[in-house]
């Protein structure tokens, strides 16, 4: 088991879909695979499990609550895990050896930010403009 005193936790979600042109088999090969994967970097302690997504979701926005997501939208999120690991890099190292790769899937790695959110600090949430109006401040 790895020691994880040191380490950070970064998000991975999975995205896309399965190749068109792959044999059920093909597929299959590749998730039992995952989980074999999986299973052994959560055992040597730089994986935290996730959990799949289900197909139906809501979309909640100031305009309401709506049907999503929407295949135009182009996004197909199907779960998400946590590595932990020591830079952004060696958490898309890890990524980079999941064996659904193979068969379509790509995976986002994004480093959990532990602060709380603040109109003040420049984060994901704020427009590109907001360095210029931090310096105003």
Not at 86 to 93: D, I, P, R
């Amino acid at each position: 088991m790895t020691d994880t005193t040191s380490l950070s936790e970064y998000l991975v979600i999975s995205r896309g879909q399965w190749d068109k042109d792959r044999s059920p088999e093909e597929i299959q090969r590749a998730i039992d695979d995952f989980y074999i994967w999986h299973d052994r970097l959560v055992s040597e302690g730089v994986m935290k499990t996730g959990q799949r997504l289900a197909r139906e979701a809501k979309v909640v926005s100031r305009l309401g609550v709506i049907d999503g997501p929407f295949a135009e939208g182009k996004e197909v999120v199907g779960g998400y895990w946590f590595f932990l690991a020591g830079s952004l890099a060696e958490a898309a190292a890890l990524a980079a050896q999941n064996p659904c790769l193979a068969c379509g899937l790509l995976y986002e790695v994004r480093p959990i930010e532990t602060e709380r959110a603040s109109a003040f600090k420049l984060s994901s949430e704020m427009p590109d403009n907001f360095s210029d109006r931090e310096r105003l401040a």
